[in-house]
């Protein structure tokens, strides 16, 4: 029997099906620069951890999860106490911004040193510590940079992803949008993903219109369309019954 | 047919109202949304020309007053379009035009506060966003308007008509479930009903909105409803004009009605009611030839010619039988302080007062004006009176007193005008009488000497002839009765009644007032309704003017059971009774 996660995001778990991801899953979620990638990540990781009960850890790859924090507190979350009552962990394995003195997360890994293995280790420490359920990963855009071959990045890749469905954890994966128009190639992490999200920004005159779409969602009859979203003071809200209108 | 039938929106469906530029659409769906408003049916005010604070303030004009919160919200699809700054409002979304999911997100956002159904979505108009984003519009019509009305809501959007392509605007039309189109020809607005759900297709001319109280194009003195007036006034009959109910009302009910009425427009509304009261008297001289000859012999040959004289006007009041009569009040002149071009009136028992005691302001509506409209009609010479309260039982004064003087009194506005506050705590104190009444079964009113009824024609004046007055004053009692409704029932409720009793307890209330014969089944119905037959008797107007009684119904129902009322038949427009569908 498939058990779902519900994401608690207002309009997504409708567009799912009415239930969730699908436990134990990597979705990818795909979005160009401010489109709210991170916004919807923490908000899954968030609604998790206070309506779910499911602890989340975040893994970031690229920012300071202090800046991450900071940036997340204009949507009302109080992440910190989350982080206190270890329903949340933030582990920064950033290769490029670590400094000697900050104590940014449970690990800490040099550039050199960033491999897989070091990353699932991360992960397996902070699930350990928190007993996590639901994790993200942003970017994994960084993680895939390091695997200059193709082949031995798909490999890294598919090894992460089965790594991950042993623990059973619920995860995200944050990737850059390559191309924002509706005509696109597909990156190759969409098709080892079982999930795929899209969020896009398509401009207008000078207007931003957003558009939410569920490009694949192994295992469950989802809508499929294009729907508008926005980025309200209270998070990520999805219409499922608006039409998006160029 | 007329205008207002086609001006109440249509329980669903999407009405498309086009037309060129000019022809009055934003002013028809401002109505629209208005009666919308009065029946207590939530809207969404989509305005793409226009700031919603703009929209708000002409609303207001036409008689918007303080809606219930919630009842009415906006989305702002003009500001951020052109770039004006405007202050954030609880009320209203912001939404661009040239983005039209920005339009449909903020609706939704909107819809999911009010509620799935039962919406009347406004939008003013299609015309900018089509100009920004062409044929995609016909698809917003189609799968978000249209989509929108199918859930059980009402639409009406404007587009006007020669800004783009005929194909696009009969896409447009194709989906629509009403067509109105709207044209100027000879200086007169006209609407064409296309296609409408509930209307079939006619013509109807809009008529301009008076600029000030026009009296004599309404208003009618019809002579055999005069003759029965005239044998109430000189014989006393007690049912001349209502057969089965009789000529007589309890105050309360016409109280009620000028407080609620007064509750949206305290300032204009109390200056409308001043001067209709003082301009219906000083008809007297014309109104005379509807009497009958004994009667104007003898206007000619006794009454005083000069009513600035303090000897002709205390002739006036002793003999001015109709106050004790109607029972407005018990007269008295005040000899000893009165002068020449300065009369001093008292009344004991005033009607309008009653019940009012230390409310902190003068409230007398009825007589004053009513006095100072018969110096001017006495007058041999054309000269203007006017009456300003000095006492008053709303000030504490054991009865009322009133200067009549030829010309303007500086404080007059002031005193006519009332505070919102002030006409806050009357309407207060009528609800406690009221709910003192329905659940504890204490007495509503009862004067000493007068008792607690009042003619007709006191019921009359004590409402207005907002009809009269254009309809900004249309609106304040439809509108003013929907709060009282709502607020009696909220009372009830909260004292624990029962949603039948409640309301079967406010029919039992109406027929104690006499409003009419309520009876209460599948529909509402009223025979003898007083507020219609003031139409139907006084004025040339020939369409359901049951304003107050059809805003009380709705607020009670739609408060008690979340339900409104329609009136579906009016004795002013005909039909033997006031009817409404509770729908």
């Known amino acids: 029997m498939v058990d779902y996660v519900p994401t608690g995001i207002p309009g997504v778990d409708k567009i799912l099906g009415g239930q969730g991801f699908p436990r134990g899953h990597s979705i990818l979620i795909c979005g160009g620069p401010g489109s709210g990638k991170t916004t919807f990540a923490i908000q899954f990781l968030f609604n998790g951890a206070t309506e779910f009960g499911e602890s989340g850890l975040y893994i970031t790859l690229d920012e300071d999860p202090e800046d991450v924090k900071k940036n997340m507190s204009k949507f009302g979350w109080d992440l910190d106490k989350l982080e206190e009552k270890k329903k949340l962990a933030f582990i920064n394995v950033s290769p490029v911004r670590v400094t000697p003195t900050e104590k940014a997360g449970l690990v800490q ?86 999930g795929v999200i899209l969020l896009r920004t398509v401009m207008k005159e000078d207007k931003l219109s957003r558009m939410f779409q569920v490009e694949k969602m192994r295992g469950l009859e989802v809508d499929n369309q294009p729907r508008p979203y926005s980025i309200t003071n209270s998070g990520i809200e999805v219409y499922p019954t608006l039409t998006v209108f160029k | 047919m007329s205008l207002a039938k086609i001006q109440e929106p249509p329980e669903r469906g999407l009405i498309l109202l086009v037309g060129p530029p000019g022809a009055g659409k934003s002013t028809f769906c401002h109505q629209v949304v208005l009666n919308s408003i009065a029946a207590d049916r939530p809207v969404i005010f989509v305005t793409t020309e226009q700031s919603a604070p703009d ?92 989509k929108f009305a199918a859930e059980g809501n009402s639409v009406l959007a404007l587009m006007d008509e020669g800004c783009g392509k005929e194909e696009d605007l009969g896409a447009m039309m194709s989906v629509a479930d009403g067509i109105l189109r709207m044209e100027i020809q000879e200086g007169l607005r006209i609407v064409n009903v296309v296609k409408h759900p509930k209307v079939s297709p006619t013509r109807v001319e809009v008529p301009t909105e008076p600029e000030r109280v026009e009296l004599k194009p309404t208003i009618s003195f019809d002579p055999s409803v005069m003759r029965q007036m005239v044998r109430w006034f000189l014989q006393g009959s007690e049912a001349a004009l209502r057969g089965e109910v009789g000529d007589f009302v309890n105050l309360f009910w016409p109280n009620l009605a000028h407080w609620s009425g007064m509750l949206w427009d305290p300032k204009r509304f109390a200056t409308m009611i001043y001067g209709l009261n003082k301009e219906d008297a000083a008809e007297l ?63 004991h ?235």
Not at chain 1, 139 to 144: H, M, R, S
Not at chain 2, 62 to 80: C, I, K, N, Y
Not at chain 2, 286 to 315: A, G, H, S, T
């Open chain 2, 285 to 347: 001289r014309e109104q005379i030839r509807y009497f009958p000859w004994q009667f104007r012999l003898m206007v000619k040959f006794f009454w005083p010619k000069n009513p600035n004289k303090v000897k002709d006007m205390k002739k006036v009041v002793s003999r001015w039988k109709g106050a004790l009569r109607e029972r407005s009040g018990i007269l008295e002149y005040l000899e000893d302080i009165s002068k020449s071009d300065e009369h001093y009136i008292r009344v």
């Open chain 2, 55 to 146: 929209i708000i303030s002409l609303l207001r004009e036409r008689g918007l007053g303080e809606p219930t919160p919630g009842l009415v919200s906006f989305v702002d699809a003009f500001s951020e379009t052109v770039g004006v700054e405007t202050p954030e409002r609880p009320d209203t979304i912001c939404a661009n035009c040239v983005d039209l999911n920005s339009i449909s997100i903020a609706t939704t956002r909107l819809q999911e506060k009010m509620g799935p159904k039962g919406i009347l979505l406004a939008f003013d108009s299609l015309t900018s966003p089509y100009l920004f984003s062409g044929a995609e519009v016909t698809k917003f019509v189609r799968l978000f308007l249209s």
């Open chain 2, 349 to 583: 028992e005033s009607s309008d007062c009653w019940g009012l005691e230390n409310i902190g302001a003068t409230i007398a509506s009825h007589l004053p004006p009513f006095f100072a409209g018969i110096c001017k009609a006495l007058g041999k010479e054309e000269r203007d009176w006017n009456a300003i309260e000095t006492k008053c039982i709303g000030l504490g004064d054991p009865y009322c007193e009133w200067k009549v003087v030829p010309g303007e009194i500086d404080e007059l506005r002031d005193c006519v005008e009332k505070d919102r506050a002030v006409v806050e705590r009357i309407h207060e104190r009528l609800l406690e009488h009221l709910t003192g009444f329905l659940v504890e079964g204490r007495p509503l009113v009862e004067r000493p000497r007068l008792g607690s009824d009042v003619h007709l024609h006191v019921a009359f004046h004590a409402m207005g002839f907002p009809h009269l007055a254009g309809e900004r004053y249309r609106m304040a009692q439809r509108m003013g009765g929907a709060k009282s409704g709502r607020e009696v029932s909220k009372r009830l409720m909260e004292a624990g009644i029962k949603e039948d009793d409640a309301i079967s307890r406010v029919i039992e209330f109406m027929n104690y007032c006499k409003v009419g014969k309520v009876t209460l089944g599948e529909t509402i119905r009223i025979k003898e309704n007083c507020e219609s037959l003031r139409s139907k008797l006084f004025t040339t107007i020939r369409e359901p003017s049951c304003y107050f009684t059809t805003g009380f119904l709705n607020g009670l129902f739609s408060a008690v059971k979340n339900q409104h009322v329609r009136e579906i038949r009016c004795m002013a427009a005909g039909d033997p009774y006031c009817e409404w569908e509770i729908i």
């Open chain 1, 109 to 194: 890994l040099g550039m050199k040193e960033f491999k897989l293995i070091k990353l699932l280790e991360a992960i397996r420490t902070g699930i350990g510590e928190i007993q996590a359920k639901r994790i993200v990963i942003d970017p994994i855009t960084i993680f895939t940079l390091q695997y200059p071959d193709e082949v031995e990045r798909i490999y890294a890749m598919r090894d992460l992803i089965a790594d991950f469905r042993k623990t059973g954890c619920t995860n995200l994966l944050i990737s850059e949008l390559r191309g924002t128009g509706l005509e696109r190639e597909h990156q190759f992490e969409e098709y080892l993903a079982q």
